[in-house]
C-alpha cells in the first residue's frame, strides 16, 4: 500500500471510530454569570491498532504507535466493521460524513468517505475542522451529483448552507455494517473511540473491526 494510500485508510477508519459520535465537534463548556466553570470533558480517545488479545470483558490492542492498551468493553457492545460502496451508488438524499482536504484551486477533495445508515441520518450535521493535520469533516446530505472527469463533485447540504466537495476514484468509501464480537479476533485491525475515566481506565462501547478483506492499517 503506498503511502497515500495508507492515509486515505487511516483517516477512514478513524471516521468509522467515531461512530456514531462522528463529527461531532467539541463544546465548550457553559459559564453561568457568578458561578464556577464546570470541567470540561475528557475528550475522546480514538485508538487505531491491532488486536493483540481479547476476552469477555477487555480488548488489548497495540496501536500503530506501538502502545500497548486495555480497553474494558461495554456491555451491550455495537461491533461493526467497513462495507465498501461505490462512488457510483451515492446519490441525492444520502447522508455523508466526508473527511476533506484543500485541493487545487481552492477545492475542497474528499479523503475518506462514510454513507451513514438512514436511523444515523443528522448525525453531528456541519462543516468543521476535524481532528487530523489539514482536514474538515463534513456531515451532510447530498443535494446534487456531477459527474467530473476524475471522479464526481458532490454538492452537500446542511442547515441552510452547501460545500461542494470532489470525490476522487480512489477515494475510500464505505458503510458500516454489523458485526459481532466473534470477529474480534487477535490480529484484526481495530478502530475505536474509548472514554478514559479519573483512574486513566479506557473503556468502549463500539468497536469498528476489519472484516471481508476491508482492513484498516496497523
Not at 38 to 46: D, E, L, Q
Not at 209 to 218: T, W
Request: charged share 20%; glycine share 10%.
Amino acid at each position: 500500500m503506498t503511502g497515500s494510500a495508507s492515509r486515505r485508510v487511516l483517516l477512514l477508519g478513524t471516521l468509522l471510530a467515531g461512530l456514531p459520535l462522528l463529527g461531532l465537534p467539541a463544546a465548550a463548556p457553559a459559564r453561568a454569570q457568578g458561578t464556577t466553570a464546570a470541567a470540561p470533558a475528557t475528550p475522546p480517545v480514538r485508538i487505531r491498532g491491532t488486536i493483540t488479545a481479547v476476552t469477555d470483558k477487555t480488548l488489548s490492542v497495540t496501536t500503530r504507535a506501538d502502545e500497548k492498551l486495555e480497553v474494558a468493553l461495554g456491555d451491550p457492545l455495537s461491533v461493526t466493521s467497513p462495507k465498501p460502496v461505490a462512488l457510483a451508488d451515492i446519490k441525492s438524499g444520502d447522508y455523508l460524513g466526508i473527511v476533506g482536504e484543500p485541493g487545487p484551486d481552492n477545492t475542497l477533495r474528499a479523503r475518506a468517505v462514510v454513507v451513514f445508515p438512514e436511523a444515523m441520518r443528522g448525525t453531528g450535521e456541519g462543516h468543521y475542522p476535524w481532528d487530523l493535520p489539514g482536514t474538515s469533516m463534513t456531515n451532510a446530505t447530498v443535494s446534487a451529483v456531477v459527474s467530473a472527469s476524475q471522479g464526481r463533485t458532490l454538492t452537500m447540504s446542511y442547515k441552510g448552507q452547501e460545500v461542494k466537495i470532489e470525490v476522487p476514484p480512489d477515494t475510500p468509501i464505505v458503510t458500516p455494517v454489523p458485526a459481532t464480537r466473534a470477529d474480534l479476533k487477535p490480529g484484526a485491525a481495530v478502530m475505536l473511540t474509548a472514554t478514559r475515566d479519573a483512574a486513566g481506565h479506557l473503556s468502549a462501547s463500539r468497536v469498528n473491526v476489519a472484516k471481508d478483506g476491508v482492513n484498516p492499517p496497523n
